[in-house]
């Protein structure tokens, strides 16, 4: 089984930028994609981006298109989650977590290994 560990989250002014973090070990190959997921106090966790292991296809949620990029290295099993002009309202928790459906989606009800999670504070 794949094991996730995020990193990378802090404390950031506004219009700041923050590179997330997810290292995979265990069954490295055994997962399609990867998403970054974030939980807002009180609020219920949404998906932010996701990208297939093979081909580095990827998907946004609306709300970070333009802001975010997400990406992977293979031989590092790490993929990364670039974030810029952030706002109050990225304060979350960032999770990451796999999928072994072929189906890129942004649907929690796909994935089925997850990380800790890490810190992201947007504040000034």
């Known amino acids: 089984q794949v094991q996730f560990v995020e990193s990378g989250g802090g404390l950031v002014q506004p219009g700041g930028s923050l590179r997330l973090s997810c290292i995979a070990s265990?069954?490295?190959?055994?997962?399609?994609?990867i998403g970054w997921f974030r939980q807002a106090p009180g609020k219920e966790r949404e998906g932010v981006s996701c990208?297939?292991?093979?081909?580095?296809?990827?998907y946004y949620a609306d709300s970070v298109k333009g802001r975010f990029t997400i990406s992977r290295d293979n031989a590092k099993n790490t993929v990364y989650l670039q974030m810029s002009s952030l706002k109050p309202e990225d304060t979350a928790v960032y999770y990451c977590?796999?999928?072994?459906?072929?189906?890129?989606?942004?649907?929690?009800?796909?994935?089925?290994?997850w990380g800790q999670g890490t810190q992201v504070t947007v504040s000034s």
């Open positions: 977590a796999s999928t072994g459906s072929r189906i890129l989606s942004l649907g929690e009800k796909w994935y089925d290994t």
């Open positions: 265990g069954f490295t190959t055994d997962y399609y994609a």
């Open positions: 990208i297939s292991r093979r081909d580095g296809r990827t």
